[in-house]
């Protein structure tokens, strides 16, 4: 079955950079488009990016010039270069994949970002 496992959270600085990282296995991951979602206390899940497998981004308004997704289909991993980022970004995220936009079938266990001085 398709397993994705997030890694790369953590406290950080505003300001600051992270990436996370997902691996996926129990698919044929240049298929699927791959995504990264977030939910912060008290907030609904929302997504961060989207990315395809042609190279079409999708990225959430907040996050446009701050963050990057890419893929490794030889890895079957996917990441997100999160830089400046603020305390707003704070949030749970969680990898996923899909056969279609916006990616919403399969989903990571979530990995903790904390922004915060």
């Known amino acids: 079955q398709v397993q994705l496992v997030e890694s790369g959270g953590g406290l950080v600085q505003p300001g600051g950079s992270l990436r996370l990282s997902c691996a996926a296995s129990?698919?044929?991951?240049?298929?699927?488009?791959m995504g990264w979602y977030r939910q912060a206390p008290g907030k609904q899940r929302e997504l961060v990016a989207c990315?395809?497998?042609?190279?079409?981004?999708v990225y959430a308004d907040s996050v446009k010039g701050r963050f990057t997704i890419t893929r490794d289909n030889a890895k079957n991993t996917v990441y997100l270069q999160m830089n400046s980022l603020e305390s707003e970004d704070t949030a749970v995220y969680y990898c996923s994949a899909g056969l279609s936009m916006p990616a919403a079938d399969y989903w990571g266990q979530g990995t903790q970002v904390t922004v915060s001085v």
């Open positions: 129990g698919m044929i991951f240049r298929r699927y488009v």
């Open positions: 990315l395809d497998t042609s190279g079409r981004t």
